[in-house]
């Protein structure tokens, strides 16, 4: 099988600078619109935002889309129209199943320092189900030079499970570290976000925020030229 790959550079991605909102776009997203860059699979959006201390997103609605957030820096306080109020912190993840319909708000929990996060929307799999919220805390030592799953279909797998035939992966990788991912459905493909530190992946580098799409293979490999961490999201190509 002839792996296919598409390469996204981070400097491709959408920008919008709002002031208290600093947002770059892997897919199209609100103003910005790239007839190329659609989604990847059921991968809809993905999103990495620094928001503002004590700024955020007022309640706005969603419905049948698997929400996944993941700070990466600083803490999100989240509130929706299930009664759920919770702080989301760097080193913990947290799913949203919008389902029928939902309402929520996210704002910055800290009044002094900024917040990064990968916001990440999967088209489900079911289609008005009823809405769920999920969270957990990882340990970064937990991914060091390994795959630590973060999500996938399965309620009763380690890590969080949404409505689609979709896993993530989260890997804190070494210099000279070599991975190999075996995807669990071969009709699906994986989307990489590489967060920082340089890596090769079937001969192109990969630096700070590049990311790339591969599908029609089994495994993907991953050799670490710095230390840095990396996102590995697979999802199904046809939905």
Known sequence: MLMKTEF???ASRGHAHHGWLEARHSFSFASW???DRMHFGALRVLNDDIVAPGMGFGKHP???MEIIT???RGSLKHEDSMGFSEVIHAGEVQVTSAGTGIYHSEFN???TEDINLFQLWIFPNQQEVVPRYQQMAYSLSEAKD???QLVSPHSEDSGLWIHQNA???LCDMSENAHLIYTLKDPHNG???MNIEGEKWVDGQSLTARDALGAWETDTIEIQAKENGRILLIEVPMQF
């Open 8 to 10: 996204h550079p981070a």
């Open 33 to 35: 619109f790239n007839r």
């Open 62 to 64: 969603h419905d049948n």
């Open 70 to 72: 993941i700070p990466l």
């Open 109 to 111: 929990a800290s009044t």
């Open 146 to 148: 390994q795959w630590l």
């Open 167 to 169: 896993w993530i992966h």
């Open 190 to 192: 994986v989307y990489l």
